[in-house]
């Protein structure tokens, strides 16, 4: 399985940005999705996570009600809308996927993107 992460860039703090996700599967199954996130001097942390079906989703509290999460299967891509975005939002952002359910542990997602880095100014 092969991620490719891309969308990130330099935005303007309450601007916006949508990260995208593409996945190549060789065959292998992958069920739930992620995005997790490094910023500098820091470790990496959860973000958000969709089930395949879409149906369930899971956000840091730092983000509620600010990112989107979302998929399409027929494209095998997830996606990120970030609304509303703060400096503390900086970071190299990484999609994950494993063949499990939906999960906010790191360690338990087999597949890794590549990151893509957003940067915010304030």
């Known amino acids: 399985v092969q991620l490719q992460a891309s969308g990130g860039g330099l935005v303007q703090a309450g601007g916006s940005l949508r990260l995208s996700c593409s996945a190549s599967t060789s065959g292998f199954t992958i069920n739930a999705m992620g995005w997790f996130r490094q910023a500098p001097g820091k470790e990496r942390e959860f973000v958000a996570a969709?089930?395949?079906?879409?149906?369930?989703?899971y956000y840091a509290d730092s983000v509620k009600g600010r990112f989107t999460i979302s998929r399409d299967n027929a494209k095998n891509t997830v996606y990120l809308q970030m609304n509303s975005l703060k400096s503390e939002d900086t970071a190299v952002y990484y999609c994950a996927a494993r063949p499990g359910g939906t999960s906010s542990t790191g360690v338990e997602y087999d597949y890794w993107g590549q990151g893509t880095l957003v940067t915010v100014s304030s």
């Open positions: 969709i089930s395949r079906g879409g149906w369930n989703t």
